[in-house]
């Protein structure tokens, strides 16, 4: 289970704004950066209207930030860091739902909807080559 | 006085169109003709009392009567005058007048522009428009009255939102409810084709030029909602995957395959059934989404319980419209028979292909946006679904698309040989692939995967679409002149699509984001300019007072432009608003975001560089555009056909 999620949540697709830089958070190592970018894109900020904490300028927000950027300072790893905002937050501060009970048919049902969707496509083509 | 007008107008718009609604079906269903003649003379009759009743509301509103509830939630006295009348669909009832104003609209010109059809046919297309009309009105009036008096008065109001009062958002409402009522007009074409019990000849070609014009104005509304989020929310984002965003981008995206699905039935008369079922589904989203963004349900599952009236009358109109047309189409669907067709490799197998990734976006976005309310509903659990998860699920089908749709165009009708297609078409593969590797690395520089197919797939489609009419230009065979504005329709627009899928590969790729904190007299790089806080000043509007920031901004030792970003605090509402500062050009947006003071002088600053965002707009205008073209001799000729 959680290595569908990891692949998931590290699969080439995601890609969003991923690009946000914070100067004055700035890190030397772009490894680290881009960890950093990364979790400011998906942590949702719980005090705005649906925003994430890197697109809010909110008081919250701008904490939230400064602490996740001494974590990753400290060598925390992304995973820990994620478990660390959930037990404090919830699973509500996720914005990339972890693969879990409760969000597995949110998961699944991509997937079946495609595979629904390669069988409509063969049904239907079977039934009007069928015809001629 | 005026108010009590607008009231009682509404409640006889009512009963029009409740009349509308009974007097066809039952006329078609016990073969009384005169009955049929009833649909009409309702519809003007409607149209022109729910016009007296959205007028006075307008009224209210421009002469500030605090008496009405809703004008004194929504307006004030202060509010410069164009806002007290966009003030109008500022909130929930007057957004539901607006909804019925438009389908007014939409329902006279069906009975205006219809007069060549079968007046049976007709008579049950207004019928259902009827029933639309008169459930939504008898919804207003019990549960959220506009007219509504307060008994204590007011000296003055609590004033628009202010993130409202701009002047996309004065647009944006009205022009995206055209496009989103407008699928009613399809809705209506089909269930009355399910009531007559049998498709009349010609019913795909008449319903197209609604659907598309609908479509038109949706892309346009879209948007204009996305550009508006991008320069006042403050955050430089031009999409966020939110419900309210996803509520008007599923009746698209089900338009879209409408669209698409039509075209096949029209020129073969096959997926019929499914074109109905599409229409069906098209209108129904559009309901969904006026609901889950009127009803308050997406702020929290109980606000629906709040207001259980509303939340239930709500549930009930769903299912009495889309649940009733989906329980007739399951008993007539099998009655509907396609007669023919058509191999592996041929233009209907791709629009095939076309419609089945489009609806699979519908669902997934559909699932991903109830999902949380449903956990939330059954005491699962609080979860948020966002950018993440939608980015992902929603670009798996859409790589196939883009690469199917450039293929698609050059396919013909029920037959094409794969070797002529190959031949056809491998030099502009190639040409993609070879000038998009190039060109993104003389660019930008070629860094990641994903962003060097998307880069592709834009160009690929546009080159796709431009070799369409060139074919015709150049070959022997073929003469531009039978290059029909259908054609040019098809072409245009997906060449749109094809400069916003560079915009926002582009953009999502390469912007630069930075906040950082700043004081007059600070100069900073960011990217290749370089800026200068010049200045900090106080600024008076009608009904704020704001912080204005001025910032050169440089490249090399040239002054680009100076950008005055402000900081906003609405007198009547007291609430702060972020007024970016925008420097566009096609290539590139330079924008600026006055955040919070920070106590020592400084400010915290947004600064963003964002490379071609103009192509996503651009691109949906041009796809909006190419639905105009290709409806444009259609609407001429209904107008002409009028006035003959």
């Not at chain 2, 002469?63 to 410069?80: G, I, R």
């Not at chain 2, 008369?269 to 069906?280: E, N, Q, R």
């Not at chain 2, 009358?313 to 009495?320: N, T």
């Not at chain 2, 996503?616 to 609407?635: F, K, N, Q, T, Y």
Request: aromatic letters at 14%; a neutral charge; proline letters at 4%.
């Amino acid at each position: 289970m959680n290595f569908v999620y990891k692949f998931l949540s590290l699969s080439l697709f995601s890609i969003g704004s991923l690009f946000a830089i914070d100067q004055e958070l700035a890190f030397e190592d772009p490894a680290l950066l881009s960890t950093y970018q990364d979790l400011v894109n998906e942590i949702r900020c719980l005090v705005c209207q649906n925003q994430t904490i890197a697109d809010s300028t909110a008081p919250l927000a701008t904490d939230l930030k400064r602490e996740i950027k001494s974590m990753i300072e400290q060598g925390v790893p992304k995973d820990d860091i994620l478990i660390f905002l959930t037990d404090r937050y919830g699973d509500f501060v996720l914005y990339n739902p972890p693969l879990q009970a409760n969000t597995l048919v949110l998961w699944a049902t991509p997937i079946i909807f495609i595979l629904i969707g390669v069988a409509t496509f063969i049904l239907i083509l079977r039934k009007y080559t069928k015809q001629s | 006085m005026i108010p009590e007008i607008g009231q009682f107008s509404l409640i006889i718009a009512f009963f029009l169109s409740l009349t509308m609604a009974i007097y066809p079906i039952v006329g078609s269903l016990l073969n009384k003709k005169e009955l049929l003649l009833y649909a009409r003379p309702m519809a003007i009759g409607q149209f022109f009392f729910i016009m007296i009743s959205f007028f006075s509301l307008a009224i209210s509103f421009l002469l500030s009567d605090f008496t009405v509830s809703y004008v004194t939630y929504n307006s004030n006295t202060s509010l410069p005058f164009f806002y007290k009348f966009s003030a109008i669909w500022g909130g929930h009832e007057g957004s539901l007048l607006l909804w019925l104003t438009i389908l007014s609209v939409w329902t006279l010109l069906v009975s205006l522009f219809t007069k060549k059809l079968p007046e049976r046919y007709i008579s049950l297309v207004l019928g259902v428009l009827g029933i639309i009309s008169s459930s939504l009105l008898i919804f207003t009036l019990l549960t959220s009255n506009p007219f509504e008096r307060l008994l204590l008065p007011v000296s003055d109001g609590n004033d628009l939102n202010p993130l409202l009062q701009d002047p996309a958002m004065v647009m944006h409402p009205p022009i995206l409810y055209i496009g989103y009522v407008g699928f009613s007009v399809p809705f209506a074409f089909a269930v009355a084709a399910l009531l007559d019990g049998k498709l009349e000849k010609g019913w795909a070609s008449w319903m197209t030029p609604w659907t598309v014009a609908s479509w038109v104005f949706l892309t346009l509304g879209i948007t204009l909602g996305s550009w508006w989020a991008y320069y006042e929310l403050g955050w430089g984002g031009w999409w966020f995957w939110d419900p309210v965003e996803n509520a008007s981008f599923m009746p698209w995206l089900a338009g879209t395959a409408l669209i698409h699905s039509l075209q096949v039935t029209k020129t073969r008369g096959l997926f019929k059934s499914w074109t109905i079922l599409l229409a069906i589904l098209a209108f129904s989203l559009s309901l969904l989404g006026t609901f889950l963004v009127r009803s308050g349900i997406l702020i929290s599952v109980h606000a629906f319980a709040t207001d259980p009236q509303r939340g239930i009358f709500i549930l009930a109109l769903l299912s009495l419209i889309s649940g009733g047309a989906l329980f007739l189409y399951a008993f007539r669907a099998r009655t509907i028979k396609d007669e023919g067709s058509f191999d592996l490799v041929s233009r209907e197998s791709f629009l095939l292909i076309n419609n089945i990734l489009l609806i699979v976006s519908v669902l997934v976005i559909l699932i991903g946006t109830l999902y949380p309310l449903f956990l939330d509903a059954l005491g699962m659990g609080k979860i948020s679904v966002g950018p993440p998860y939608f980015n992902l699920v929603f670009i798996i089908p859409m790589i196939p698309l883009s690469l199917f749709l450039g293929i698609g165009m050059h396919a013909s009708w029920k037959k094409t040989s794969l070797s002529k297609l190959i031949n056809k078409l491998s030099l502009l593969v190639l040409l993609s692939i070879i000038f998009g590797y190039l060109i993104l690395d003389f660019t930008f520089g070629v860094s990641n995967f994903l962003t060097l197919i998307g880069f592709i797939l834009g160009l690929w489609i546009i080159l796709s679409s431009i070799s369409k009419p060139a074919e015709y230009i150049f070959s022997n065979k073929l003469k531009i002149s039978n290059f029909t504005n259908k054609l040019w329709g098809m072409t245009v627009s997906h060449f749109g699509m094809g400069i916003f899928i560079i915009g926002v590969t582009i953009t999502s790729t390469y912007s630069i984001e930075t906040d950082r904190s700043a004081r007059v007299g600070d100069s900073w790089d960011v990217g290749i300019y370089s800026f200068t806080f010049d200045d900090l000043r106080s600024v008076s509007g009608p009904n704020y007072e704001a912080q204005e920031a001025a910032i050169s901004v440089f490249n090399g030792n040239n002054l680009i432009t100076q950008l005055l970003p402000q900081k906003r605090i609405y007198s009547v509402q007291q609430s702060p608003m972020t007024e970016a500062d925008i420097d566009n050009r096609l290539a590139r947006d330079i924008f600026v975001a006055l955040g919070e003071p920070l106590g020592d002088g400084s400010w915290s600053l947004r600064v963003q560089i964002k490379p071609l965002i103009r192509f996503i707009w651009l691109g949906a205008i041009i796809m909006a555009l190419g639905g105009l073209i290709s409806i444009s001799r259609s609407l001429s000729e209904s107008v002409r056909n009028k006035y003959d």
